[in-house]
T-cell receptor, first 115, second 110 residues
């Protein structure tokens, strides 16, 4: 069964450093998402991406964040200058289509620890 | 504002019993809802979904009920097993994003 994959599983970085989180969505999916989950809290939407551009973003997704689909398979989230409060699990998700709502399938997540 | 919330943070059930996890939502315009299961250290795993033109949908050992009148969603798990222990989230599909509830932890004891 196809699944969303994410690398690395755990990333430790110093405050102020740049990190890139990588995702490989399910191959025939067209819509891509990033969510984050601070320890013990609910999953929060960050950004959605379709046709090589951002569809929607939350207020969390400020100028320090960016997303990119550099090739036909990868989808990345970059945090330009990490802050302590960026420590969280980051989940990538993908869906095949959107109209009327479609199931979003999630990857296993990347645990980001900012020191 | 929009919100999706859960009534109980923790639910403890005996193995073999049925479990019912509840969820309230506030956006009456929402027409697609999903239940996810999250095990420790893993990503949300799709369980079952329902659209607003339905009030009940069944899967393997799971049933989702939707009451649009009171904006309430529930997940029923039949014959709960130890492997069902996890945090369960309802999510509301809102255009280009999912809005998750706070989650209910299901604990299954022998």
């Amino acid at each position: 069964e196809p699944e969303v994959t994410q690398t690395p599983s755990h990333q430790v970085t110093q405050m102020g450093q740049e990190v890139i989180l990588r995702c490989v969505p399910i191959s025939n999916h067209l819509y891509f998402y990033w969510y984050r989950q601070i320890l013990g809290q609910k999953v929060e939407f960050l950004v959605s991406f379709y046709n090589n551009e951002i569809s929607e973003k939350s207020e969390i997704f400020d100028d320090q964040f960016s997303v990119e689909r550099p090739d036909g398979s990868n989808f990345t989230l970059k945090i330009r200058s990490t802050k302590l409060e960026d420590s969280a699990m980051y989940f990538c998700a993908s869906s095949e289509w959107r109209e009327g709502g479609d199931t979003q399938y999630f990857g296993p997540g990347t645990r980001l620890t900012v020191l | 504002g929009e919100s999706v919330g859960l009534h109980l943070p923790t639910l403890s059930v005996q193995e073999g019993d049925n479990s019912i996890i509840n969820c309230a939502y506030s956006n009456s315009a929402s027409d697609y809802f999903i239940w996810y299961k999250q095990e420790s250290g893993k990503g949300p795993q799709f369980i079952i979904d329902i659209r607003s033109n339905m009030d009940k949908r069944q899967g393997q050992r799971v049933t989702v009920l939707l009451n649009k009148t009171v904006k309430h969603l529930s997940l029923q798990i039949a014959a709960t097993q130890p492997g069902d222990s996890a945090v369960y989230f309802c999510a509301e599909d809102n255009t280009d994003k999912l809005i998750f509830g706070t989650g209910t932890r299901l604990q299954v004891f022998p």
